[in-house]
C-alpha cells in the first residue's frame, strides 16, 4: 500500500527565511510518481511539481526547489527567502505507476506553512 | 484558459437529504477524479474516470454515492441520505492521459463544501 507522510504539521517563519517542508513516501513498486501542491487560504489546490520515479535530478524553479532522494524516500520542498504570499498548506503525494500515466494520488496530511512579516 | 470549475461551492443540508455536486474539467482533459478533503486532512481519492468510463472507485464511496459522467465531459456526484459525517470538502481534478506518455499532473477545481446539519 502507497503512504505518504508529512512528519511536519505547522511551520512559522519569518519573512526571507528558509524553510524545508519534508515528504517521506512507502511504495513498493518501482515506477512512480511524486507531486507537490500548495493549497492556500482560498482552498483551490495548485499544482506546483510533478517528478518521476526514475528521474532523480533535483529541480529548481525559481524560489522554489526540490530534492528527491530515492534511497530515503524523500521528497523535500525547500522555499528560498520565504514571502507572505507563500502563507499556505502544501501537500506531497504520491501515484500508483500505471503505464505511462498517473493516475489516483494519494497525499500526505499536508503542512500548513505560515510566513511572518 | 478556464480551469476546473465545480458547482455549487457551498451547500448545506439537513441530514437525510440528497446533494448533487457538478464538476467541469478542463476541456481536453479525459480523465477526472473525485477526492474528499476533511478539516486538517490531505485529499483522500474517491472515483475517477476515463472518459465516460468510471475505472475506480475507492472503498470509501459508499452505496449512498454514486458518480456518472454520462458524455466524458463534465461530471456528477451524488450523494444519497446525507449523513454528518459526509461533511467534507469535495474536490475534483483533470488531467490528461495518452498511453505510453508520461504522467500528467492533476488539475483541481476550487471545491464544493457539504454541511450536512
Known amino acids: 500500500a502507497q503512504k505518504v507522510t508529512q512528519a511536519q504539521t505547522e511551520i512559522s517563519v519569518v519573512e526571507k527565511e528558509d524553510v524545508t517542508l519534508d515528504c517521506v513516501y512507502e511504495?513498493?513498486?518501482?515506477?512512480?510518481?511524486l507531486f507537490w501542491y500548495k493549497q492556500p487560504p482560498s482552498g483551490e489546490l495548485v499544482f506546483l511539481i510533478r517528478r518521476n520515479s526514475f528521474d532523480e535530478q533535483n529541480e529548481i524553479s525559481g524560489r522554489y526547489s526540490w530534492n528527491f532522494q530515492k534511497s530515503t524516500s524523500s521528497f523535500n520542498f525547500t522555499i528560498t527567502a520565504s514571502q507572505v504570499v507563500d502563507s499556505a498548506v502544501y501537500f506531497c503525494?504520491?501515484?500508483?505507476?500505471?503505464?505511462?500515466?498517473?493516475?489516483?494520488?494519494?497525499f500526505g496530511k499536508g503542512i500548513t506553512l505560515s510566513v511572518r512579516p | 484558459d478556464t480551469g476546473v470549475s465545480q458547482n455549487p461551492r457551498h451547500k448545506i443540508t439537513k441530514r437525510g437529504q440528497n446533494v448533487t455536486f457538478r464538476c467541469d474539467p478542463i476541456s481536453e482533459h479525459n480523465r477526472l477524479y473525485w477526492y474528499r478533503q476533511t478539516l486538517g486532512q490531505g485529499p483522500e481519492f474517491l472515483t475517477y474516470?476515463?472518459?465516460?468510463?468510471?475505472?475506480?472507485k475507492s472503498r470509501l464511496l459508499s452505496d449512498r454515492f454514486s458518480a456518472e459522467r454520462p458524455k466524458g465531459s463534465f461530471s456528477t456526484l451524488e450523494i444519497q441520505r446525507t449523513e454528518q459525517g459526509d461533511s467534507a470538502m469535495y474536490l475534483c481534478?483533470?488531467?490528461?492521459?495518452?498511453?505510453?506518455?508520461?504522467?500528467?499532473?492533476?488539475?483541481f477545481g476550487p471545491g464544493t463544501r457539504l454541511t450536512v446539519t
Open positions: 474516470f476515463q472518459n465516460e468510463a468510471q475505472l475506480e
Open positions: 503525494a504520491l501515484s500508483e505507476p500505471e503505464t505511462g500515466a498517473n493516475s489516483k494520488l494519494t
Open positions: 511504495t513498493r513498486d518501482t515506477t512512480y510518481y
Open positions: 481534478a483533470s488531467s490528461l492521459f495518452y498511453p505510453l506518455l508520461q504522467g500528467y499532473e492533476q488539475y
